[in-house]
């Protein structure tokens, strides 16, 4: 068994491009993988994620759609000596946001697929690899959003819209405090701030994932990003 969880570091394009996609479909569930890198210190690792990919909004449930999508982005990983370190799902429905216990069916569908990641990243990456899955809270991402429209105080960077999970060493999703987990510019607000005028510039409306590919695949898809 583990002695213990990993710690995980978000960079700033890839929590922006999560919450981006959330935002482009706030009636539907989406989700997509998390890419990077992962480094070991003794006993810990740290899950560094460098980039997210949006997947899916309209074909959750089908599973070679899925498989569709991750043989692309494996092909894509080994063409750019990066790897699949994790998972992003927002649930269409506001109350539904735990990760964790009895969960809403879309929900147990986001944890069998960051399941089997977790498996992937077990086999291929070498002793004690770990994934993490980042899920985006509706309700969190709402207060987000009215406290940066606002421009009120309270935006100091302790709601970033999302939680961080790992595995503990009973092979069950446990959310990570602040301690445990970073992600770039939202301790002072900056990419809050920098979230909402990306929404000002309409620039989720103009995220491609997957699903778009499928619909129009002149839009890029892995290779394209809305965010700097």
Same mark, same amino acid.
């Given at each position: 068994?583990? !002695? !213990?969880?990993?710690?995980? %570091?978000?960079? +700033?394009?890839?929590?922006?491009?999560?919450?981006?996609?959330?935002?482009?479909?706030?009636?539907?569930?989406?989700?997509?993988?998390?890419?990077?890198?992962?480094?070991?210190?003794?006993?810990?690792?740290?899950?560094?994620?460098? *980039?997210?990919?949006?997947?899916?909004?309209?074909?959750?449930?089908?599973?070679?759609?899925?498989?569709?999508?991750?043989?692309?982005?494996?092909?894509?990983? +080994?063409?750019?000596?990066?790897?699949?370190?994790?998972?992003?799902?927002?649930?269409?429905?506001?109350?539904?946001?735990?990760?964790?216990?009895?969960?809403?069916?879309?929900?147990?569908? =986001?944890?069998?697929?960051?399941?089997?990641?977790?498996?992937?990243?077990?086999?291929?990456?070498? =002793?004690? $690899?770990? =994934?993490?899955?980042?899920?985006?809270?509706?309700?969190?991402?709402?207060?987000? =959003?009215?406290?940066?429209?606002?421009?009120?105080?309270?935006?100091?960077?302790? !709601?970033?819209?999302?939680?961080?999970?790992?595995?503990?060493?009973?092979? %069950?999703?446990?959310?990570?405090?602040? *301690?445990?987990?970073?992600?770039?510019?939202? !301790?002072?607000?900056?990419?809050? $701030?920098?979230?909402?005028?990306?929404?000002?510039?309409?620039?989720?409306?103009?995220?491609?994932?997957?699903?778009?590919?499928?619909?129009?695949?002149?839009?890029?898809?892995?290779?394209?990003?809305?965010?700097?």
């Amino acid at each position: 068994a583990r !002695s !213990s969880m990993s710690r995980v %570091e978000v960079n +700033k394009g890839a929590y922006l491009t999560s919450l981006l996609h959330a935002l482009k479909y706030p009636s539907a569930s989406v989700n997509g993988v998390l890419l990077g890198s992962r480094s070991k210190s003794g006993a810990e690792q740290t899950i560094m994620v460098e *980039k997210a990919v949006p997947l899916l909004h309209a074909h959750i449930a089908l599973a070679p759609m899925m498989d569709a999508a991750f043989a692309l982005v494996e092909e894509y990983c +080994k063409q750019n000596n990066t790897t699949i370190v994790g998972y992003y799902h927002a649930n269409a429905t506001h109350d539904q946001n735990r990760f964790t216990g009895q969960v809403s069916h879309s929900l147990a569908l =986001a944890r069998r697929i960051a399941d089997k990641i977790h498996e992937t990243v077990k086999d291929t990456g070498g =002793a004690g $690899a770990e =994934a993490c899955a980042m899920i985006v809270d509706n309700n969190q991402l709402e207060i987000l =959003a009215i406290n940066i429209q606002n421009r009120s105080s309270q935006n100091d960077g302790s !709601s970033t819209g999302v939680t961080i999970h790992v595995k503990n060493n009973r092979d %069950e999703w446990v959310a990570i405090d602040a *301690k445990n987990h970073k992600i770039d510019g939202t !301790s002072d607000g900056t990419a809050q $701030a920098e979230l909402l005028e990306l929404v000002q510039k309409g620039a989720h409306q103009q995220l491609t994932d997957f699903d778009n590919h499928m619909d129009d695949c002149t839009k890029g898809w892995l290779t394209t990003s809305v965010v700097e």
